[in-house]
């Protein structure tokens, strides 16, 4: 999916070489997947929501970037400032028996400066291609935003919710962003600029400086991920409303703050994950569908739990996309959505079913 | 029956009107073939998510093999469409029992995220396949013909589809209110209540899963002959997703809101996609943003769809009496023996870890005796209770009825010996009116299958099966609540409920957990009074209960639990002088 395997050529006989540029274009994509899977697990655990916009994030992190790459002004920013609006309106709505001053103003400070200030850089460049940092800090917090104020808007209110309401609520919000994102940015694909235009070569392979971004940033995540919710309060916490909702809040925990951190933090890491793979494929505005949910068989591989098992989950998968890419690329994606039936069953069998008490 | 049928026959002819009438533009024929199609399929998911509670985002591929089984056989062999229309069926009732068997395992969000992944999978399948056209599809498929009559156009075609629409929603209908539609419908509550009463829910889910692949499976096949072309895109995930859309906004758990969601749906997307271009400028799909943020609102505003929420504003016609009279289920049991032992718990243990819920616990129930389970809370009273029933697998040792062991039995094995249960958590189809909570007891003593049910000819089993339901209902005093709403009752009464639910299995053993919480004073004594009429009539009955004066003055033998131990077995009277008890309950004596 993200680089393309398909080029090297016709059928040939396994060799030691192809074998090497195989493994090393399945763990470059594997390392995205793994990165993907990893903020589903996050917001799954923490909010029991199945992330299906996690593809949007992609897509509009990417977008953005190339966007503001070529000097233009992305749809996304006006978007996040419309759902910053909307996200305020619900806060007064929700305060109105209630009315601080407090309250209101951490309200506006959040949902109105803080994407008017991002607006008002980018208006300040006025059009000229900033710096690729520059650009890369625009496009994360353009989709922070938008991530924050998803939650606050379409899944906040439905919280308490079964985890089959939230799911459809979020193939919703999946068909919105993804609407959007054909109004932003068109039906033709954009590249973005890569982070580093260095390459190194060990023995056959060639290492771009991209893919070694891709690498370290993956694993600085997951590590960071992992001490985050093992050892710091926050992240403690974040896991307490994941088990119990209404224990959390009773322990003084506010659940609804740990939404919004945890689609915070999904929406930085699907925003990365695009800027990462931009500048090594073209992408299309519903490319981040697809490969979100190949982020998410691995996530399911993990159990929704696990995220070291996601992690290999996921270069896993990036593997056998890589491989079936060359001996059957007509069904490479018939291959890799197939590879989820059995992992699903053997899930199901090693854990059955616990009665849910719903009402 | 005819009040039921008679607004379907309004409907039916209405729509068979319109056509006729002066002035109607073809366009509008045309929106309502697309609607009558997507109703067929979104009919389907009402029974498959609305009311068994399976989510499925894949119905889009079982059009798909509908509609490129017709394609390809009509097309390659030249077989007439009637002929492929079995066919069609049942490929696409292949497919859902290959895929059922592996996803309808699958566990809470497992399932719908499986759906999702071969949703895809076989999107693409369809996409790539040589023989099936790749992503042109199939063209040229023949119209459906009567004689002479081809159905080109879609006025013609229009007929096949809305016939089809109001045969399935019939036997929908009739499939829900029948023996397999209760079992079907308390799938959506957990697993544990209906196999208790013998449902096979692994069975149920496979039977509905294929019934709504058939129903996508049969708009298929109309579709392919609709638009004479096949090819991948109208199969793929997105629309998916839309089916599911559509019936979540019609009203999930109505076969009518089905049709509704379909209409609305589809006459907004016609309207938006001419509209929204025109307001906002510019191409691109603007209505699936309109699309997504209206699912969004729905599932915050309205989460029940606005099939009830239409339905409130007519009168409710629905006020069933008592189910007619019928004749009398016969009796499971031939003979009920007047002494010797019924259940004999041996030694049975239940570790969960390290946690020893239930230790090498002993004892056992005579017939026509009541027993009474007690003991502080957390001692392993319920953990008994589901061992005995089958729904834990006991550690270590042994539980026997009649002196046959039934470890290892499973739950619809055990209530088929005659040993029914209620629980302690009360687990009743709240959305099903008492009678047919009641009548799901009766489960095992009917015999029709679904197909009969949809045929409607189960009508002399299922009034056998109302009749004994009602009367049991009688029995335990809630005559007058029969038609009212199970989750509308006090928790109290839901108990007696569950109570007249377990009677239906006619068993031979009652275990009854907590029956007497939440009841008041005269109540208990009515319920006291019921309990001692069954054990002299030849019912012996278990129970777990915390309400001392209700237990010393009803049961026969008393067997006290702590900490998952056995610490005293006697008369009420023994019991209440034994001085471990008295420890166990009061603490140690200073």
């Given at each position: 999916m993200v680089s393309g395997a398909d080029s090297v050529g016709e059928r040939a006989a396994l060799n030691t070489t192809i074998l090497l540029f195989l493994l090393q274009d399945g763990i470059t994509n594997g390392a995205i997947y793994a990165?993907?899977?990893?903020?589903?697990?996050?917001?799954?655990?923490?909010?029991?929501?199945?992330?299906?916009?996690?593809?949007?994030?992609?897509?509009?992190?990417?977008?953005?970037y190339a966007s503001l790459s070529a000097g233009q002004m992305p749809g996304t920013i006006k978007l996040a400032v419309a759902m910053g609006v909307v996200a305020f309106a619900f806060d007064l709505f929700t305060f109105r028996k209630a009315l601080h001053a407090k309250r209101v103003l951490?309200?506006?400070?959040?949902?109105?400066?803080?994407?008017?200030?991002?607006?008002?850089?980018?208006?300040?460049?006025?059009?000229?291609?900033?710096?690729?940092?520059?650009?890369?800090?625009l496009s994360l917090l353009i989709v922070a935003a938008i991530g924050l104020y998803l939650y606050r808007i379409a899944f906040q209110p439905i919280a308490h919710t079964s985890v089959l309401v939230l799911l459809i609520a979020s193939v919703g919000c999946h068909l919105a962003l993804q609407g959007f994102g054909l109004v932003f940015f068109g039906a033709e694909g954009q590249r973005g600029p890569a982070i580093s235009s260095d390459a190194i070569t060990i023995g056959a392979l060639r290492f771009t400086g991209q893919s070694i971004a891709v690498y370290g940033i993956t694993i600085a995540l997951i590590v960071g991920l992992w001490l985050f919710f093992g050892y710091t309060l926050y992240g403690k916490a974040l896991r307490a409303t994941a088990v119990n909702r209404l224990g959390a809040r009773l322990a003084g925990i506010r659940t609804s703050l740990s939404g919004q951190i945890a689609f915070l933090l999904a929406s930085v890491i699907g925003a990365i994950s695009g800027i990462l793979i931009v500048p090594i494929t073209t992408l299309y505005y519903d490319t981040g569908f697809l490969i979100g949910l190949k982020g998410f068989i691995a996530a399911i591989i993990g159990g929704l739990v696990s995220y070291p098992l996601t992690a290999a989950a996921a270069i896993l998968v990036g593997c056998v996309e890589a491989f079936s890419s060359f001996y059957a690329s007509n069904y490479k994606e018939v291959i890799v959505f197939t590879l989820i039936l059995p992992v699903l069953v053997l899930r199901s069998l090693a854990a059955p079913e616990v009665e849910e008490e719903k009402d | 029956m005819r009040q039921r049928l008679l607004p379907i026959l309004v409907f039916a002819l209405v729509m068979a009107a319109i056509p006729f009438v002066p002035g109607v533009p073809p366009f509008w024929i045309v929106l309502l073939d697309n609607i009558g199609l997507a109703a067929l399929v979104a009919m389907g998911?009402?029974?498959?998510?609305?009311?068994?509670?399976?989510?499925?985002?894949?119905?889009?591929?079982?059009?798909?093999?509908?509609?490129?089984?017709?394609?390809?056989?009509?097309?390659?062999?030249?077989?007439?469409?009637?002929?492929?229309?079995?066919?069609?069926?049942?490929?696409?009732?292949?497919?859902?029992?290959?895929?059922?068997?592996?996803?309808?395992?699958?566990?809470?969000?497992?399932?719908?995220?499986?759906?999702?992944?071969?949703?895809?999978?076989?999107?693409?399948?369809?996409?790539?396949?040589?023989?099936?056209?790749?992503?042109?599809?199939?063209?040229?498929?023949?119209?459906?013909?009567?004689?002479?009559?081809?159905?080109?156009?879609?006025?013609?075609?229009?007929?096949?589809?809305?016939?089809?629409?109001?045969?399935?929603?019939?036997?929908?209908?009739?499939?829900?209110?029948?023996?397999?539609?209760?079992?079907?419908?308390?799938?959506?509550?957990?697993?544990?209540?209906?196999?208790?009463?013998?449902?096979?829910?692994?069975?149920?889910?496979?039977?509905?899963?294929?019934?709504?692949?058939?129903?996508?499976?049969?708009?298929?096949?109309?579709?392919?002959?609709?638009?004479?072309?096949?090819?991948?895109?109208?199969?793929?995930?997105?629309?998916?997703?839309?089916y599911l859309f559509i019936a979540v906004v019609g009203g999930a758990g109505y076969v009518w809101g089905g049709v509704l969601g379909a209409a609305v749906v589809v006459i907004l997307k016609e309207v938006l996609q001419s509209y929204l271009p025109l307001i906002f400028g510019g191409g691109g799909q603007l209505e699936t943003i309109v699309f997504g943020i209206l699912l969004v609102a729905l599932l915050q505003l309205a989460p029940t769809g606005m099939w009830p929420w239409l339905t409130a504003w007519l009168p409710s016609g629905d006020s069933r009496k008592r189910p007619a009279p019928a004749d009398a289920l016969p009796a499971r049991n031939d003979h009920r023996p007047d002494t010797g032992v019924l259940l004999q718990v041996d030694k049975a243990r239940k570790q969960f870890g390290g946690v020893v819920a239930v230790n090498d616990v002993s004892f056992n129930v005579q017939a026509r005796e009541i027993v009474a389970l007690i003991g502080p809370n957390g001692a392993g009273k319920s953990t008994t209770f589901n061992l005995i029933t089958g729904v834990l697998a006991a550690t270590a040792g042994k539980v026997a009825v009649f002196g046959k062991s039934i470890s290892g039995a499973r739950p619809q094995e055990i209530v088929n010996l005659g040993i029914a249960r209620t629980f302690q958590h009360v687990k009743l189809v709240p959305d099903m009116t008492v009678l047919e909570n009641v009548a799901l007891g009766a489960h095992l003593r009917g015999r029709s299958g679904a197909l009969a049910s949809m045929l409607r000819l189960d009508r002399a089993d299922e009034a056998k099966l109302l009749a004994e339901a009602a009367k049991q209902i009688e029995r335990v005093g809630l005559g007058d609540q029969m038609n009212q709403l199970a989750g509308s009752l006090s928790l109290g009464q839901q108990r007696i409920v569950e109570i007249a639910r377990a009677l239906c299995v006619d068993p031979l053993l009652l275990l009854l957990d907590e029956p007497a919480a939440g009841l008041r004073h005269m109540e208990k004594q009515q319920l006291a009074a019921l309990l001692r009429q069954l054990r002299d009539g030849g019912m012996s009955v278990l129970l777990v209960e915390h309400d001392m004066g209700f237990v010393m003055n009803l049961a026969n033998r008393i067997v006290v639990l702590d900490f998952g131990t056995k610490i005293a077995e006697g008369t009420p009277a023994d019991i209440k002088t034994n001085p471990d008890v008295i420890k166990a309950y009061l603490g140690a004596v200073a």
């Open positions: 990165l993907l899977g990893l903020a589903l697990v996050l917001v799954f655990a923490v909010t029991r929501i199945i992330l299906i916009p996690q593809g949007e994030f992609i897509t509009f992190g990417a977008l953005t951490r309200s506006i400070a959040v949902n109105i400066v803080f994407p008017m200030a991002i607006w008002g850089v980018m208006w300040a460049l006025g059009g000229r291609p900033g710096n690729i940092a520059l650009n890369i800090a | 998911l009402v029974l498959l998510t609305g009311v068994g509670g399976l989510t499925s985002f894949g119905q889009a591929a079982f059009c798909g093999f509908g509609a490129y089984t017709t394609a390809y056989l009509t097309t390659a062999y030249g077989m007439s469409p009637w002929l492929t229309l079995p066919m069609s069926l049942i490929v696409s009732g292949l497919a859902a029992v290959l895929l059922g068997i592996i996803t309808m395992r699958l566990s809470g969000h497992y399932l719908p995220l499986g759906t999702i992944a071969w949703g895809i999978s076989l999107f693409y399948l369809f996409s790539k396949l040589e023989f099936l056209g790749r992503n042109d599809g199939i063209s040229g498929i023949p119209p459906l013909s009567i004689g002479t009559w081809k159905m080109l156009d879609p006025g013609s075609i229009y007929f096949p589809i809305w016939i089809a629409v109001i045969i399935c929603a019939l036997l929908s209908m009739n499939l829900l209110d029948s023996r397999t539609g209760r079992a079907i419908r308390a799938l959506r509550r957990g697993h544990i209540a209906a196999e208790a009463f013998g449902v096979q829910t692994a069975r149920a889910k496979l039977l509905v899963f294929i019934y709504a692949a058939v129903l996508a499976g049969l708009s298929g096949w109309l579709y392919a002959h609709f638009q004479r072309a096949a090819n991948p895109t109208p199969f793929g995930p997105h629309l998916g997703i839309e």
